[in-house]
């Protein structure tokens, strides 16, 4: 029994045999840090597979650094060689999707030169950014190719067994070659920060100061970090980005629009409406969602109301603090408050609950104190009144018969789903 405990001894011995660890430097993990706090994710529906590469990507770059610290150095290369496939990989997969049908059924064809050559037929952004970083993405190919003498063991310094004798691989060289190492890292993540941008440019548009009181909505895609993006590309590259179509397009159309309010913004963004700033949210009444919107016109009508839950369990809140301590409302209270016969102040912990329907569902509005006769009225109002009103009234205009149309379509299947959601 304890020879074979020697011998697993011996053999993770040699496991780690050979392996000369090191610590990357401190812009590097500045680098690692900022990637870590990004938000890499595109809200465009039709590009919503683009996430999963992008994810991918964003773990393999951590996953090398991890292995070149601890002494894998040929694995790490490779691994950043394989960021670069998979980004280029998404850009064509977000051009063409008979190409990704063909990539999922593990098809050949997918090398890395053949990928670019079938890009530069089928998309535009992609030739733009050649043309207009082309100077970056040579350096990205040169790193690659001085990169695959490691990977393919090209010279007996590439070997293990070599460089674990300090006479063979000394400080210097060691040196020298994390330096290339962490710059390939630092231009690997550059490239994965372009084609993202490509893919969906409102990341860069989001990041705008000039436009940050102009894109009111919540969107899901995230924002480009501009420093992390500088650095890893440089200056000139990121103002050759903003002048690429797909960007100059997504720029001009933000930058048509007006400024919102502080006070709007906190409504499309948190989700939350300060009573004392009522009046700036209703300037802003055509910038918010019809939802926001019905809510707005109930708090300014004087209810006290603390927070609304929608059927999703998403809720809104405003500047009154609710008397219950918890902020959420389990899904089985939720369809407890529907059940019963009674829509307005069902006592719900140390407040009251009152059931309303807004726009195409039922909703609950938390309040701290017993809803009058004259706010129920005015609730029963607000649930019964036509849809085709509503969004005249927050328009401020009549609605075409085209309008009408599409808005009698959605009402219809919000309602459906709604009704399905019932009796499942």
């Known amino acids: ?49 683009s996430n999963e590469f992008l994810r991918e990507s964003e773990a393999l770059i951590f996953k090398s650094a991890g292995l070149y610290e601890e002494g894998y150095f040929d694995c790490a290369f490779y691994l950043l060689r394989e960021v670069e496939d998979i980004v280029i990989k998404s850009i064509l997969f977000s051009e ?36 207009k970083l082309g100077g970056f993405i040579g350096e990205v190919k040169q790193a690659r190719k001085k990169a695959h003498k490691f990977v393919h063991k090209q ?69 480009i970090d501009v420093e992390l993006v500088k650095k890893c590309i440089g200056v000139k590259n990121f103002n050759n980005i903003k002048k690429l179509d797909i960007h100059k397009d997504a720029y001009n159309y933000y930058a048509s629009r007006e400024e919102v309010s502080v006070a709007t913004m906190n409504v499309t963004k948190a989700y939350r409406f300060h009573m004392d700033e009522l009046d700036d949210i209703w300037k802003d009444k055509q910038k918010i969602c019809t939802f926001a919107f019905q809510f707005l016109r109930i708090l300014r009508r004087g209810l006290k109301i603390s927070r609304l839950f929608s059927r999703d369990l998403t809720y809104w809140h405003t500047s009154i603090e609710s008397t219950n301590v918890v902020c ?8 407890r408050h529907f059940s019963e016969v009674e829509k307005y102040n069902l006592v ?5 609950v009152s059931r309303i329907w807004i726009i195409s569902e039922y909703c609950l509005l938390e309040h701290n104190e017993v809803l009058s006769d004259e706010e129920i009225s005015f609730l029963e109002e607000i649930s019964s009144e036509d849809q085709i009103k509503l969004f005249e009234e927050q328009n401020d205009r009549k609605l075409t018969q085209e309008e009408i149309n599409l808005l009698e379509e959605i009402t219809a299947m919000c309602v459906k789903e709604y009704e399905d959601k019932k009796r499942s």
Not at 105 to 118: A, H, P, S, V
Not at 185 to 210: C, E, F, H, Q
């Open 1 to 49: 029994m304890k020879h074979l405990d020697e011998d697993k001894m011996n053999i993770y011995a040699r496991k780690k045999e050979d392996l000369l660890s090191c610590e990357l430097s401190d812009e590097t993990n500045w680098i690692l840090s900022r990637i870590d706090s990004m938000c890499f994710f595109t809200g465009l529906l039709d590009e919503s597979l």
């Open 96 to 131: 063409d999707n008979s190409e990704l049908k063909k990539w999922i059924k593990k098809e050949d064809g997918f090398t890395l030169l053949e990928i670019k050559r079938r890009l530069s037929i089928v998309s535009d952004n992609y030739k733009q950014i050649t043309e």
């Open 155 to 223: 010279g007996v310094d590439t070997f293990y067994t070599w460089r674990r004798f300090p006479s063979n691989y000394i400080a210097e060289k060691k040196k020298e070659e994390q330096g290339f190492y962490e710059e390939y890292l630092k231009r690997t993540v550059g490239l994965m920060l372009i084609v993202y941008m490509a893919i969906d440019p409102l990341s860069l548009a989001l990041s705008d100061k000039n436009l940050c009181m102009k894109i009111h909505e919540d969107y899901i895609t995230g924002p």
């Open 328 to 335: 959420g409302l389990p899904a089985y209270e939720y369809e």
């Open 348 to 352: 719900h912990e140390k407040a009251f």
